[in-house]
C-alpha cells in the first residue's frame, strides 16, 4: 500500500505522523519504507541512525536526476526494525526546473520507482514537503491513497487541506485513476480549549466522519521532545498518550485496509 502524506501547508506534522505511524505500523509486524519526497529532508534526519553524509551518495536524488542507480541501492535501515528510508538531499530541490522540461516523463519517475520496490513493503508512505508542486504530484501518482494532516486552531491549516484534497481529486480524474482520498488526521488537539472543539466539530461536518480519522493525535510535549531527540514518541515515551495515539491510529489504518475497503486490502 502506498500511500502518501500531504498537506498545502507547513507545520501540520506531516514528518512527525509519517514517522510515528511507520514505527507504529512495524511494530505491529509490518514492513515499511519511507521515501522522504521533500528536499528539506525532515525523515531523512528523523529516521536515520547517522547523518545523511555518513551512508554514501545514493539517494533519492540520484534517482531523480537520472543516475544510473537501482532502487534498492537507495534504501537503508532505520534505526527501528522494519523501518526502511528512501533518503533525500537538500540539493534534489534544484532538479525541479530540470524536471519541468519534460512534466509528462517526470511525473511517471516515481512510479517507476514504485513498481521496483512496491512487493517488498506493506505499507509505503510518501512524505511530502508543504506545497502542491512537482515532488507532490510525482508521489500522488504513484501512490494507492492520500491522507492529509490538519492541526486545529488555524483558519490557514483548514485552508491547506481543502487545496490538499483538491490536488488529490485532480490527479485522480487524470494522471492516477485508482488514487483514493484517505483520511484527514487531525493533529494537536485539546478539546479542553474551543478553539480545537470548534475546529474538530467543522472538519467532521464538512468532510463527513468516513473522512476523518477517529483517531486524533493530542497536543503533547512527548511528541515535541521526541523531535527534539531525533527519535519517535514511541522510542521517547513509549508510555505517553502521544505513543498510544499513534498505535491507535496504526490498528485503525490496517483495520480500514483489511475491512472497510477491500478494493485497497492488504
Known sequence: MVISV???????????TTCNLAHA???????????????????????LPAPISHIGERTLYDLYSGA??????????????????????????????KLYQ??????????????????????????????????????????????VPVTVGSKYALDGL????????????TANPSLKFLRLLINRVDLRTSASKVTVDFI?????????????????????????????VLRHAPQSVGAKRYRDLADELISIFENEQPGLGL
Open 6 to 16: 500531504i498537506n498545502n501547508k507547513g507545520g501540520v506534522a506531516k514528518t512527525t
Open 25 to 47: 505500523l512495524a511494530n505491529k509486524g509490518k514492513r515499511v519504507l519511507v521515501i522522504d519526497q521533500d528536499p528539506q529532508c525532515n525523515s531523512t534526519s528523523a529516521l
Open 68 to 97: 544510473d542507480t537501482l532502487v534498492k541501492d537507495c534504501i537503508y535501515k532505520t534505526q527501528y526494525d522494519d523501518v526502511f528510508i528512501m533518503p533525500n538531499l537538500p540539493t534534489t530541490a534544484s532538479l525541479e526546473y
Open 102 to 147: 519534460d512534466v509528462a516523463a517526470s511525473y511517471m519517475m516515481g512510479r517507476k520507482i514504485i513498481n521496483q520496490i512496491v512487493d517488498e513493503y506493506d505499507f509505503i508512505f510518501y512524505d511530502c514537503p508543504p506545497t502542491l508542486g512537482m515532488w507532490v504530484i510525482i508521489a500522488l501518482i504513484s501512490s494507492d491513497c492520500a491522507i
Open 162 to 173: 481543502v487545496a490538499a484534497i483538491d490536488a488529490i481529486e485532480g490527479v485522480s480524474k
Open 204 to 232: 467532521k461536518s464538512r468532510f463527513g466522519t468516513g473522512k476523518v480519522f477517529d483517531t486524533t493525535i493530542p497536543e503533547n510535549t512527548q511528541i515535541m521532545q521526541a523531535e527534539l531527540a531525533g527519535k519517535t
